[in-house]
């Protein structure tokens, strides 16, 4: 059972890790810091779904787009928001979900492992 569920597990704590780490660095350096957590965000999408097909994809990008709302809805009480509603912050959000959607429209065949000569 831990040998089926295990790879998942580790797919949703890559979505949290990702969306959190993507969320409090893309104001790092102005739009740089977006553009290198944007292709954080696309590599690790493209490697869930490598690694687990469909549903380690699906696993990763809930876990990221969960991660990016709660972040992005949370108020603590001091009032400070990670997410601010200018420029980086729609180009993190939209561009974030674009970034986990594109490996779902990525060919099969390039997912499996296989040589030049067997395709």
């Known amino acids: 059972m831990s040998r089926i569920a295990l790879p998942y597990g580790a797919l949703a704590f890559l979505g ?8 409090v660095g893309h104001r790092y350096q102005p739009y740089w810091g977006s553009v290198l957590v944007l292709g954080v ?5 493209i490697f869930a779904r ?35 509603d200018d420029t980086l912050g729609k180009v993190w959000f939209v561009g974030g979900v674009v970034a986990v959607v594109i490996p779902a429209f990525i060919p ?12």
């Open 16 to 23: 949290f890790f990702v969306g959190a780490t993507g969320t």
């Open 41 to 45: 965000a696309l590599s690790a999408g």
């Open 108 to 119: 099969r065949r390039f997912m499996m492992e296989a040589t030049i000569a067997e395709r």
């Open 50 to 84: 490598a690694w687990r097909s469909w549903i380690g994809l699906l696993v990763y990008s809930q876990a990221w787009v969960a991660t990016v709302l709660f972040l992005n809805f949370y108020t603590p009480p001091s009032g400070s928001v990670l997410i601010i």
